[in-house]
């Protein structure tokens, strides 16, 4: 069983920054995509940014030259720094992990961005 922890959310200013950071147990993070994805209130979950086992990155439109995802496959841990915050990326963001045969979410961590 793989379990993703999030953390980084939190509160920030328009214009401000925040890296959010994923954990995973197990021994499958190097074999597998990994991914942001993130829901607002009211809308549907959807693709923030993903990376290959390779590293090959994907973004979202509303987000390209923004965030970075990278992925640390030594300390099973993936990240995304977030620069230039505008009101509408606030959302609960979420970790995603997928191979051929599995695929696991995290619990979410919130991020608001408020002045």
């Known amino acids: 069983q793989v379990q993703l922890v999030e953390s980084g959310g939190g509160l920030a200013q328009p214009g401000g920054s925040l890296r959010l950071s994923c954990a995973a147990s197990?021994?499958?993070?190097?074999?597998?995509?990994m991914g942001w994805y993130r829901q607002a209130p009211g809308k549907e979950r959807e693709l923030v940014a993903t990376?290959?086992?390779?590293?090959?990155?994907n973004y979202a439109d509303s987000v390209k030259g923004r965030f970075t995802i990278s992925r640390d496959n030594a300390k099973n841990t993936m990240y995304l720094q977030m620069n230039s915050l505008k009101a509408e990326d606030t959302a609960v963001y979420y970790c995603?992990?997928?191979?051929?045969?599995?695929?696991?979410w995290g619990q979410g961590t919130q991020v608001t961005v408020s002045s």
């Open positions: 197990g021994s499958i993070f190097r074999l597998s995509a």
């Open positions: 990376i290959t086992t390779t590293g090959n990155t």
């Open positions: 995603n992990l997928k191979g051929n045969s599995w695929e696991y």
